[in-house]
């Protein structure tokens, strides 16, 4: 598979849920999720540091925005905390927008905890019509030891319930 293809045929045609798969040929991972809104109701979930904070998962972690500047050049940061039974949870990350526009994020990914680990992630929403997008979302890792560790971090749990919160923020018009 290259670093954009969708899944091979016998793959379901839509993803309610996450699809979450390793890259065969590079230290990619890559995730498919359609989503009820619109390309442009995407990019605003993606690019608004508001609209981002309140979705960005785990659903018991909260997100504080230091920085945010999204546009082509400029940098983001934020600080992820644990809620209600995660109080000593802490854990911050920082990256660059490379390319901002609405059909396409292209922006550089830091764990604070492995600084020198950056992955570059591009996220693609494509229009489905009836006001359906599907977002593709692709980080390519600087090695597969590093991938591999990300996918076994149990990140599903953290894309899966930011999602399912973009999923009622459009239901409930706050996109």
């Known amino acids: 598979m290259t670093t954009t293809q969708s899944p091979s045929t016998d793959q379901p045609t839509r993803y309610d849920k996450a ?3 390793a890259d065969a040929q590079v230290p990619a991972i890559h995730i498919w999720r359609d989503f009820s809104g619109t390309p442009a109701q995407l990019f605003r979930a993606h690019t608004d540091p ?3 904070a309140r979705w960005i998962g785990p659903r018991d972690v909260g997100a504080e925005i230091h920085e945010w500047d999204a546009r082509d050049g ?3 940061s934020y600080t992820a905390r644990g809620g209600e ?4 949870f802490e854990t911050s990350f920082r990256g660059c927008f490379h390319t901002v526009r ?8 830091t764990w604070e905890g492995m600084p020198d680990a950056v992955s570059l992630e591009t996220m693609e929403f494509e229009d489905l019509g009836d006001g359906r997008t599907r977002l593709h979302a692709m980080s390519l890792c600087d090695s597969f030891e590093g991938r591999d560790q990300w996918l ?3 990140m ?3 894309v899966d319930d930011g999602y399912e919160a973009i999923d009622g923020m459009l239901a409930d018009g706050a996109l």
Do not use: K, M, N, P
Request: avoid cysteine; hydrophobic fraction near 35%; glycine fraction near 14%.
């Open 85 to 88: 039974g995660r109080e000593a």
């Open 50 to 52: 508001e609209l981002f």
């Open 102 to 109: 609405e059909d396409r994020i292209v922006q550089t990914f």
């Open 74 to 76: 400029g940098s983001w």
């Open 19 to 21: 699809r979450i798969e």
């Open 156 to 158: 599903e749990v953290g």
């Open 152 to 154: 076994a971090s149990g």
